[in-house]
Antibody, heavy 120, light 109 residues
Framework: EVQLVESGGVVVQPGGSLRLSCAAS????????MHWVRQAPGKGLEWVSL????????YYADSVKGRFTISRDNSKNSLYLQMNSLRAEDTALYYC?????????????WGQGTMVTVSS | SYVLTQPPSVSVAPGQTARITCGGN??????VHWYQQKPGQAPVLVVY???DRPSGIPERFSGSNSGNTATLTISRVEAGDEADYYC????????????FGGGTKLTVL
């Protein structure tokens, strides 16, 4: 079964740091680019970041550029998001998503998400 | 930055056809993908590359894209189709980034 499982979400103070993880199974992880997408409570989806299959290319939304870092460890079938200088507006459910098998611009597999709350 | 515009809500009776639009500047030149999200669940890809369906998605779900508007069409709507629907494109014009529409709440009357 193809599966993505996120972890690492907690309550953190403004200005703090956090590292999210996403464990992949059921597919050849290093064949695909991977993404992080977030959803603030009661709001829509917001793309956060992309990493290429080999980690050689990374891209970020303007809202997180310079504060978040995406990475992957293909030997562990794992994706990560290092989040620094956290702000209240970063409060959201964070999903990892796999780039599409038939369309690399789509997200064809999603995890269930991990909740990050930034609050004092 | 590229912007996608969706109506906040669409209502349809069971058995009828629902059409959800996604507007963007010359969106017809991009590949549009659609996601269904039910309450408390992760999004699910229902249409990719304008009009293709992933395995397991009913044929009732179809898509089109031309000019400045892409459309997700759901035929013979069922109660179980009630959900939020999001369109999405990949914008490579200035920098590589994903773009989502604001989402449309489909209500089955």
């Amino acid at each position: 079964e193809v599966q993505l499982v996120e972890s690492g979400g907690v309550v953190v103070q403004p200005g703090g740091s956090l590292r999210l993880s996403c464990a992949a199974s059921g597919f050849t992880f290093d064949d695909y680019a991977m993404h992080w997408v977030r959803q603030a409570p009661g709001k829509g989806l917001e793309w956060v970041s992309l990493i290429s299959w080999d980690g050689g290319s990374t891209y970020y939304a303007d809202s997180v550029k310079g504060r978040f870092t995406i990475s992957r460890d293909n030997s562990k079938n794992s994706l990560y998001l290092q989040m620094n200088s956290l702000r209240a507006e970063d409060t959201a459910l964070y999903y990892c998503a796999k780039a599409g098998t038939y369309s690399q611009d789509a997200f064809d597999i999603w995890g269930q998400g991990t909740m990050v709350t930034v609050s004092s | 930055s590229y912007v996608l515009t969706q109506p906040p809500s669409v209502s349809v009776a069971p058995g009828q056809t629902a059409r959800i639009t996604c507007g963007g500047n010359n969106i017809g030149s991009k590949s549009v993908h659609w996601y269904q999200q039910k309450p408390g669940q992760a999004p699910v890809l229902v249409v990719y590359d304008d009009s293709d369906r992933p395995s397991g998605i009913p044929e009732r779900f179809s898509g089109s894209n031309s000019g400045n508007t892409a459309t997700l069409t759901i035929s013979r709507v069922e109660a179980g189709d009630e959900a939020d629907y999001y369109c999405q494109v990949w914008d490579s014009s200035s920098d590589h980034r994903g773009v989502f529409g604001g989402g449309t709440k489909l209500t089955v009357l």
